[in-house]
């Protein structure tokens, strides 16, 4: 007998980056019905929508503001992690960035025991998914759900960014880094924008659209805290809402979207995870996965500010152009390392005192070294898990991070870009640059990894991820990466969303 009241085909937990596409495309066909449970409320705030309001939103109920345990390799400093906790998760409140990552990422990924997770599996949902601005190409999709275009108005100082990287003898200007080759070309950045101006985020592209579908069904302020089993089987959950504890069941599958932090902490609050670990904060344990929340990795940024003689106005968009490379010789079979980031002044983030005319380069460690994890705090699901990241562990990331350094200064002494380097701010000539780096780097808002496919002792997940061991259930979102990919993370976790869509309706 069916113990719930109400049972829907599938249960999807998080509106985010990846839970909208899975809403939309496991209601397409057929006549599933699908359950969509988000912790947060409806994206409605006009500052969501807008191009430039969302900085407002950093640090307002909309952001989870997870904070991190204190980071040795940060001189002991702690960090704020934001992330969305609102319909559209991460991509209601992101930077619009799109950027796919590195061929070699996935490739990767497959070596790793991801199968069928290569670049040349993966590139056609990431087609699939796209509008390009540009059109129908070998590496880009037309008529796609999600707006993608390059940076619509960039200011005189970008131009000369790139025409500065041509200079040191890379390619471009107007390189495509989402394209066949992302390495060693400044171009402006593709950002998720829609026709009209605004925020081409996950549920603008995939869930506002079929709100009236009749087999879909989404609850916002519905915060998920145990899923339920009959033994092994996923059977059901239990949420939260207006302070009442619901229960309903799922049929098929419960899919658990919830990003890296919060899915391991609902894995674990359930009963998956490091058996021992789940004892000490007094859960029962159902499945012994020791690699649940392990394997924590995020991309840090650590900034550069130069004095400008003329005149930067404020971007449209916060990131205006992108640099790719390799910092280390004899790296050729590996992903890229280094983004290097290049806007106008952004007057939101400008320092207190600094000049009114200045240009920002933004260093980002984009495969980091260092491993961190997400542990429970204690057995309740309202209270945020420890949070490790363990930035900067390892010596190589913050090698990079120097190697990121001398090419913004190789950049900054390009005759292009006279005019807009007259004098170094931040860090200044003379500053130690290690230093600098563990004293002002900050999280780019990417953690990763923290539920990894694989079939190793720590993976947690398989190919088609389904939890190791469990029925009925899998994870989609940006914890199932194996490795954190090269460049922004939104692209990748919406491309595992229509991935995972696949990967159900087949197995169902
Ligand atoms: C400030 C910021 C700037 C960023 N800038 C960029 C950028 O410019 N470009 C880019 O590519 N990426 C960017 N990112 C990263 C990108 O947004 C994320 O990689 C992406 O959103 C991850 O998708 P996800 O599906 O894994 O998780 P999320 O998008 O975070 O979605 C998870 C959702 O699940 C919900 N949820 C979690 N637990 C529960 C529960 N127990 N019950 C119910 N609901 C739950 C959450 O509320 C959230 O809505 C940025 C992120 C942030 C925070």
Redesign the pocket.
Known sequence: MNPFASTFDYVV???????CVLANRLTARGDARVLL????GPDGDPRIHSLTG?LQL?GSAV??QFRTEPQVGLNGRTLT???????????????????RGHRLNYDQWNAQGADGWNYAAVLPYFKKSEDFEGGESAYHGAGGLVSVRANPRLSAAAGAFMEAAVELGYNGPDWDINGAQQENGAGPLQV?VTKDGHRAS?AVAYLTPIFSRPNLKVKTA????RILFDGRRTVGLE?LQGGQREQVGAGREVIV????I??P??LMLSGIGPGDHLRSVGVPVLQDLPGVGQNLQDHVQVPAIYEAERETPAPTI??ETVLFVRTRPGMDAAPTDLQLLFSSRVPALAPPGTPPNLVMFVAVLVQPQSRGSIRLRSAN?LEQPVIDPNYLHCPADVASLVEGFHLIRRLASAKALAGYTRAELLPGSQANLVEHIRGSAAT?????GTCRIGYDALAVVDSRLRVHGIERLRV????VMPTVTS????????M??EKAADLILEDN
């Open positions: 937990i998080g509106a985010g980056a990846t839970g449970l988000e912790a947060g969302f950093w952001d989870y992690i934001s992330q969305g906790k609102v319909i559209g998760g991460g991509s209601s409140i992101h930077a619009m960035m799109y950027v998720l996950a519905a915060q998920v805290t949420y979207s919830g990003g890296s919060l899915s902490q609902l916060l990131a699901a780019l808002w990417h953690p990763a989609a979102d940006a914890s460049g922004n993370t939104y692209a990748p976790s919406a595992i969303g």
